[in-house]
């Protein structure tokens, strides 16, 4: 096929700003377009220039459906309520769907699950190659070293993230629980307030800090009788989860309907 065409939601933010740059400078992708949520204070400005690319013609538009009509995929990196809409219009309108957005409520969640019925969506919690190994490693981890090792994961973000844990976290908690073979959600301990007692044996704990401006760190911490495995990934730039998910819409387009993760991207 030709070119592909990328549509940009949340074209005004950081990450649309880093990803409509990303596209400009990718062989073999074409910007479709941006749109940004009604009232924002960088609707008709030129996306280019919001990306520091210079004037391009285009400009952000609140007009989300047109740009489904217009583009081959969209990568989204809004927030829940709208990622769950432009789920939705991605299949009224058969289009691919990148979906980077976290903290999707149940609701938001059936509703990009039943938009994949309809049309291939990549949704992963982030979209570094190395996060997604790390995942792997933690659930082999888990699954050998057995619950004579308590499980925590630490994040920290910057101050402005507004979910916690991070999807990152909540996704490498699930790596554990699958290699341990036990559900999460019965599993984790989110949060310790006051008198909590001793840990119970097999939980999987949560932390969350926020500060700065931190990118992202992670770390799923082992601690066993007389040992401690740690294992880490700090993210030092957003450049790195802008090309997962170009990487994640090269990929998509053309694929069977059906949602998809960053494991599947990278044929792992």
């Known amino acids: 096929m030709g070119e592909i065409r990328v549509g940009i939601t949340g074209c005004g933010g950081r990450m649309g700003r880093m990803l409509v740059a990303g596209v400009l400078g990718s062989a073999g992708l074409t910007l479709a377009g941006g749109s940004e949520a009604p009232g924002s204070a960088v609707l008709g400005r030129d996306i280019g220039e919001l990306a520091g690319s210079g004037a391009l013609g285009l400009a952000a538009s609140a007009d989300a459906a047109a740009l489904f009509a217009a583009a081959d995929v969209v990568i989204d990196f809004t927030a829940p309520a709208p990622a769950a809409a432009h789920a939705t219009l991605a299949a009224q309108h058969g289009k691919a769907l990148v979906l980077g957005t976290t903290g999707l409520d149940p609701t938001q969640t059936k509703a990009v699950a039943a938009a994949a019925k309809r049309v291939p969506i990549v949704w992963a919690p982030n979209m570094s190659p190395a996060v997604t190994l790390l995942m792997g ?3 082999e981890a888990a699954r050998r070293l057995g619950e004579d090792y308590d499980i925590e994961v630490l994040e920290m973000h910057h101050r402005l993230k507004v979910d916690a844990p991070s999807g990152t976290a909540l996704a490498l908690g699930r790596a554990a629980a699958e290699g341990r073979g036990v559900d999460l959600a019965a599993r984790s301990q989110r949060v310790r307030d006051g008198h909590t007692g001793p840990r119970k044996a097999g939980d999987i704990g ?63």
């Open 137 to 139: 490693l933690v659930e």
């Open 206 to 268: 949560f932390a969350s800090l926020r500060g700065g401006d931190v990118v992202g760190d992670h770390t799923v911490i082992f601690a066993g009788e007389g040992e401690r495995l740690e294992l880490t990934h700090r993210a030092s730039s957003r450049r790195l989860f802008a090309r997962g998910a170009l990487r994640a819409a090269r990929w998509v387009v053309g694929k069977e309907p059906g949602l998809y993760g960053m494991k599947d991207v990278l044929g792992l």
